[in-house]
């Protein structure tokens, strides 16, 4: 008892006993490295197009991984489709206008297409846009919009004096965005092989 009572731990020496035999099992072991929150995989196919084989005022190519499908949203615009990814929950909403040689018509199409994008700006975290020119001479504009927004990715095509073509892409899920991101990206380049291609009538 004299040699406990003598050479024991006392109340503070207990704690840091504790913590030192604490330390050395939990040294004795892996490092512990926090896993990033998993997700499903996704499968996506590689990238193969075909030219849009429809009586419209415009053509371009598009993935072979999709079905036309005319807009339901409104049914007096003959012009309007979507790209239906069936596989992947995704929709590309297809817009046209015809300009007529009317630059109030081009104003008119501008300011709602940067309005349609910049709605989003309030839940956006940001919005990268850019300048594109197509081979054909035309000019368009891609807007990237990264957040929770229901459509991540809008562009538009103009050769500025008859055709204004828009589009914007849209997930039918809840699952969240950042869960999205391959498919996201997949479906952007098809989007961005689109614009290169589009020809208009």
């Known amino acids: 008892m004299r040699f406990l009572e003598k050479y024991g731990p006392k109340p503070a020496r207990s704690i840091c006993w504790f913590f030192m035999v604490i330390l050395?099992?939990?040294?004795?072991?892996?490092?512990?490295?926090?896993?990033?929150?998993?997700?499903?995989?996704?499968?996506?196919?590689?990238?193969?197009?075909?030219s849009l084989d429809m009586d419209l005022p415009y053509s371009f190519e598009h993935s072979r991984h999709l079905q036309i499908e005319p807009d339901s949203f409104n049914l007096a615009e003959k012009n309007w489709i979507n790209l239906h990814y069936t596989s992947l929950n995704a929709r590309v909403h297809l817009t046209y206008k015809a300009i007529e040689g009317k630059k109030e018509k081009l104003k008119s199409y501008l300011d709602d297409a940067?309005?349609?994008?910049?709605k989003h700006q309030i839940k956006a975290y940001g919005i990268d846009e850019g300048i594109v020119r197509t081979p054909t001479g035309y000019t368009g504009l891609v807007a990237e919009l990264s957040g929770e927004v229901p459509t991540q990715f809008q562009f538009f095509v103009t050769d500025s004096t008859q055709h204004f073509l828009r589009g914007a892409l849209y997930f039918r899920t809840a699952v969240k965005n950042d869960s999205l991101a391959p498919i996201i990206?997949?479906?952007?380049?098809?989007?961005?092989?689109?614009?290169?291609?589009?020809?208009?009538d």
């Open 114 to 118: 940067l309005n349609l994008t910049f």
């Open 24 to 50: 050395l099992f939990s040294a004795c072991g892996e490092d512990f490295i926090p896993k990033p929150k998993g997700y499903n995989r996704i499968d996506l196919p590689d990238h193969e197009f075909e």
């Open 185 to 200: 990206e997949y479906i952007k380049k098809d989007m961005m092989h689109l614009i290169n291609t589009v020809e208009f």
